[in-house]
């Protein structure tokens, strides 16, 4: 039998609970650079004392105490586990024994001296594992660690905890008797977490904490699903100091966000959007009078990216030429920079000119040159769609316009991580047709936009066309002029070989029964956005292939290579599941005042489809009840929900979601 060592453990009002490790060493050994650990898993039983034994009752309230072997006894302390973290994972793993009785807790303890790429890390690659209940990170941000293997023999409790980086609690597999059913860890837990945890996730270059400087945030708060939110957690986890400029009046003011950056910089009045010809230099010289040292400064919104790079370039700091960013954003510019042909203007008079002399065929499509969130992008099916097009683009905000050929190909989302030129990771994802890309006469053409409905990871794209798509779009990106970066590309496949049908009332790709095109598939890019993925839609892709965008960007402004590196690397064997991203646009009757009225409509479904729930990592209610949401007509889009569907099936994925959707209950006044 292998040798053990035991701790009890007495918690004061909950009863007291037996602690073995085997004393043999385990080690994963990390491949291809990855971070060797060693591993130490801790067998939790509920021992049978009443609570109102004489053992419980000398203690306080909630006071908890360790019992050696030998007899010794030590009233449990923060100190001597190494932080509040990993204490309070520990009695949240009792809590859960007191219920099952056996438990089995993994520690994990790097054997690579260096630096935690993330405080984070572990939660962050392993939420997601099979047979995960539970996992917790103990360690702090640049956390230090020597890299020593532990004598298992010798060392305490606490001490397992002080060294590990984090721990995981497994689902309970054995009942009965503790005595006589002693619970493993599962064949599939250990593939996951060797597929998971193969990364560099220990660094071994020495680094310090640095300061970035992040112009603008998003235009909503957290609670309507903000990208700041995961920029500010990335840094912090990260060890980065943010430094904010934006301008008063903004929800980051409020008391609740005040922990989430190093300061707040109030902008003046030469602060706009579009940016004016001088904000470069307004913001470099509001950075100057702050009087710290910065070591990056990064925007995440398409107007300010090419200001932003000026403002880098004068202060010294890493950046991307600014020109990159102004062909990469202004769809006209991009159609040109790929050989189209595209139109732009800004009256119905010169569009209709325009399609007239160009003898142009119809389907077109019309869209702001500068826009977000599809607004004012309009599918024209004859020459009488056009005055109504340019009608709804002169609402928003963007005037000018672009117009040219509707590709009715399969539309992707695609995204890059370049560094030096070398792409480090790209993912594809199948963006489903929208009500703008159906010919529905039935349908106003102010309700047929472009907004989202779904975004599945990974495309089902045959393997030549995703072959295609990264090659062909890796080259335009550094045709641009960028060699580091992270690229939000939105493009679809010219005669593709498949296309969208519905079977069974389940809408997916399939072998396309149009006419045959006469040339082969050509990628046909519709924008590139040199930031990542808005909304929420990076979330999805952390949970299927283990990578937040928003860390890698903050390590790509600070010139963090080893860190860019180690933070884009995905699971070892690709996406985990299909994740479909099911987005919930707001729809309702045009002679509503559009007031939103409802409660949180995920947590109602939630609650009402425990079936559904079961397979929804992630969601979020984006409306507030008496929230004013502007109609469709009026040029402005607006998600109200958004729910992570998840499946090891694609097909059963797709079935989820679309129940999902059908499920949504909503009302408008």
Not at 247 to 266: F, M, V
Not at 656 to 668: D, G, P
């Amino acid at each position: 039998m292998m040798a053990e060592k035991e701790t009890a453990i007495v918690w004061a009002n909950h009863g007291t609970f037996g602690c073995s490790w085997a004393t043999k060493q385990a080690v994963k050994f990390g491949t291809n650079g990855s971070t060797t650990s060693q591993i130490v898993d801790l067998h939790l039983t509920k021992n049978l004392v009443s609570a109102g034994s004489a053992t419980l009752r000398i203690l306080g309230d909630d006071e908890v105490w360790l019992l050696s072997g030998n007899g010794k006894s030590e009233p449990v302390s923060v100190e001597a586990f190494g932080s509040q973290e990993a204490l309070r994972f520990l009695l949240s793993c009792l809590q859960a024994t007191k219920s099952f009785e056996n438990r089995i807790v993994r520690l994990i303890v790097p054997l690579r001296r260096g630096t935690i790429a993330r405080s984070d890390i572990i939660p962050l690659r392993l939420k997601d594992a099979s047979g995960v209940e539970q996992v917790a990170s103990f360690s702090t941000p640049l956390q230090y660690f020597p890299g020593d293997i532990l004598d298992l023999d010798i060392i305490s409790l606490p001490g397992l905890f002080h060294s590990s980086a984090g721990g995981v609690l497994l689902q309970s597999l054995a009942s009965g008797n503790p005595t006589q059913h002693k619970p493993v860890v599962s064949a599939d837990f250990e593939i996951d977490f060797e597929n998971k945890m193969s990364i560099p996730w220990v660094l071994s270059v020495p680094t310090r904490r640095k300061r970035v400087v992040l112009v603008g945030c998003s235009s909503r708060d957290p609670s309507s699903g903000a990208w700041t939110t995961y920029a500010c957690d990335a840094a912090r986890t990260l060890g980065i100091d943010l430094v904010i400029i934006e301008k008063p009046g903004c929800w980051i003011e409020r008391s609740e966000y005040t922990g989430w950056y190093e300061a707040l910089l109030p902008a003046g009045s030469w602060w706009s959007n579009p940016p004016g010809d001088d904000m470069a230099d307004h913001i470099v010289a509001l950075i100057r009078s702050y009087g710290k040292k910065i070591d990056g400064i990064v925007a995440f919104l398409e107007p300010f990216l090419a200001t932003v790079s000026r403002a880098a370039q004068q202060l010294g700091l890493p950046y991307q030429p600014a020109e990159s960013y102004e062909n990469a954003t202004d769809k006209y510019r991009l159609a040109c920079f790929e050989g189209r042909k595209p139109f732009f203007g800004s009256t119905a008079e010169e569009a209709l000119s325009f399609a007239a002399q160009e003898n142009l065929s119809y389907p077109l499509i019309i869209k702001p040159r500068l826009g977000l969130n599809s607004e004012g992008v309009m599918r024209v099916d004859d020459a009488s769609g056009i005055q109504p097009a340019v009608e709804m683009i002169q609402k928003t905000f963007f005037k000018s316009f672009t117009m040219e050929k509707y590709c009715d190909g399969p539309e992707v989302d695609v995204n890059i991580v370049l560094l030096d030129g070398e792409v480090l990771f790209c993912e594809i994802s199948d963006d489903f047709p929208k009500p703008g890309d159906k010919e529905d006469p039935g349908v106003p053409a102010s309700q047929r936009n472009f907004l989202e409905t779904y975004l599945v990871h990974p495309s089902a794209l045959p393997a030549a066309e995703l072959r295609l798509l990264r090659e062909s779009i890796s080259s335009t990106i550094q045709r641009l002029g960028f060699s580091s970066g992270i690229m939000h590309v939105e493009a679809r496949v010219d005669g593709s070989s498949v296309e969208y049908r519905s079977v069974d009332g389940i809408q997916d790709l399939r072998p396309s029964e149009k006419v045959a095109s006469p040339g082969p598939p050509a990628p046909w890019v519709l924008e590139i956005n040199p930031r990542p993925p808005g909304l929420t839609a990076s979330r999805i892709v952390e949970s299927v292939y283990g990578v937040d965008y928003f860390g890698v960007a903050l390590a790509l402004a600070i010139d963090d290579k080893e860190r860019v590196r180690a933070l884009c690397r995905p699971f070892l064997n690709g996406a985990q599941y299909t994740g479909a991203m099911t987005l919930i646009g707001a729809e309702f009757d045009e002679a509503c005042e559009g007031i939103f009225d409802s409660d949180d409509v995920c947590e109602e479904l939630l609650a009402r489809r425990p079936d559904l729930a079961q397979h929804i990592n992630r969601y979020g209610c984006l409306a507030k009840r008496g929230q004013k949401i502007p109609h469709p007509s009026s040029g402005s889009n607006t998600f109200i929900a958004y729910f992570n569907v998840f499946s090891k099936s694609r097909k059963e994925a797709l079935e989820i979601a679309t129940e999902v959707r059908k499920e949504v209950n909503y009302s408008f006044r």
